[in-house]
């Protein structure tokens, strides 16, 4: 059965950095396209960003862009989000999530990690 | 990117069908066909229930449909049902190749 599993997730000061894992199984991984997506507390869902299957074109929106850094080892069948100069307004629970299909949505998310961006 | 624009909420006794719509514009839900829906309960992971604006993944009740009209798309759930009640989102790709979800719709079973 998929299995994304969320790590990394934690208590940070502004201005500081946090790298977040997500450990997949279940799936060829190195097939799929993966995502970030995070929710702030009590707000909706926000788009964070993409990585193609082999790592070679990935997206950001605008909000975390030259911010925040996505990767991954598919030898590991990771993916990766470094986040740098947080602000307390990154402050969600971030979930990883695997693409149907290309552009087509997301069948299988992680549970969560919770990023707290706090003085 | 704006958000997609969802009604706050939406309600329903249960056996009754209710329409959730999302409506962008001509760069995002009206310029292709990857629009996605998402249930979410409180404290849990969101979960697909449609994609490509109208297929229903296996294990999803039939009672979901999703269908869109120019720039709005919309997400039906018929006979509804106690278990319905969550929130739920919408999600397109646009065409700065980056992806939009809705603001949100809180369905209520009364």
């Known amino acids: 059965q998929v299995q994304l599993v969320e790590s990394g997730g934690g208590v940070v000061q502004p201005g500081r950095s946090l790298r977040l894992s997500c450990a997949a199984s279940g799936f060829t991984f190195s097939s799929y396209g993966m995502h970030w997506v995070r929710q702030a507390p009590g707000r909706g869902l926000e788009w964070v960003s993409v990585l193609s299957n082999n790592g070679g074109v990935k997206y950001y929106a605008d909000s975390v862009k030259g911010r925040f850094t996505i990767s991954r080892d598919n030898s590991k069948n990771t993916l990766y989000l470094q986040m740098d100069s947080l602000t307390v307004e990154d402050s969600a629970v971030y979930y990883c999530?695997?693409?149907?299909?290309?552009?087509?949505?997301?069948?299988?998310w992680g549970q969560g990690t919770p990023v707290t961006v706090s003085s | 990117q704006s958000a997609l624009t969802q009604p706050a909420s939406v309600s329903g006794s249960p056996g009754q069908s209710i329409t959730i719509s999302c409506t962008g514009t001509?760069?995002?839900?009206?310029?292709?066909?990857?629009v996605s829906w998402y249930q979410q309960h409180p404290g849990k992971a969101p979960k697909l229930v449609i994609y490509d604006v109208s297929n229903r993944p296996s294990g999803v009740s039939n009672r979901f449909s999703g269908s869109k009209s120019g720039n709005t798309a919309s997400l039906t759930i018929s006979g509804l049902q106690p278990e319905d009640e969550a929130d739920y989102y919408c999600l397109s790709y646009t065409s700065n190749r980056i992806y939009v979800f809705g603001t949100g719709t809180k369905v209520a079973v009364l």
């Open positions: 999530a695997k693409e149907v299909g290309d552009y087509s949505g997301f069948d299988y």
């Open positions: 001509s760069s995002d839900v009206g310029g292709y066909k990857y």
